[in-house]
């Protein structure tokens, strides 16, 4: 890249001109990527965003139901279930209620990338290292939720 920058600098003092049009192939090309590491950052920013936002209202809407379910367990512990069956049952429940959405949208994303074929060379390409992220953020609201609910659940 620096050999480029620098043909591109002494094609400008030898032809001054090009400062006036579109310039020339490297100034183009920083402008083009200029506008488009702008668009990845924003897109990777709101992806973050919208994931703590749907993580966060799944996990709230688990744990506001979580005071109505404790006479529900609490009616199993009676009749004599085991705690470790409980806490199995809470694990899968959660598990299902967390995996439906992020399976969803994950199908969502896959298909929406086809929007930007036009725009992006290779708009798959490194979709593993956001799906990564995406996959440890969300399960530590699934971790974190799970711990709550049986926190408020079983006692």
């Known amino acids: 890249m620096p050999t480029i920058r620098s043909i591109s600098e002494m094609q400008l003092k030898r032809y001054p001109e090009l400062k006036m049009g579109s ?70 429940e959660i598990a299902v209620l967390f995996t439906v959405p ?7 994303v896959l298909v929406g990338v086809q929007m930007f074929k036009a725009l992006l060379v290779q708009p798959y390409a490194y979709i593993e290292i956001p799906f990564l992220i995406f996959l440890v953020l969300y399960l530590g609201y699934y971790f974190l939720t799970r711990y709550l609910y049986k926190k408020i659940v079983l006692k």
Request: with cysteine; charged share 15%.
């Open 102 to 108: 992020a399976v969803i949208g994950i199908v969502h």
């Open 23 to 92: 310039g020339d192939k490297y100034q183009q090309y920083q402008t083009i990527n200029g506008f488009f590491s702008g668009l990845e950052f924003m897109g990777f920013f709101l992806g973050i965003a919208f994931l703590a936002m749907l993580a966060s209202c799944l996990m709230f809407k688990i744990l506001s139901g979580a005071a109505g379910d404790v006479k529900r367990y609490q009616m199993l512990h009676k009749i004599g279930t085991r705690q470790r069956a409980l806490r199995q049952s809470i694990n899968k």
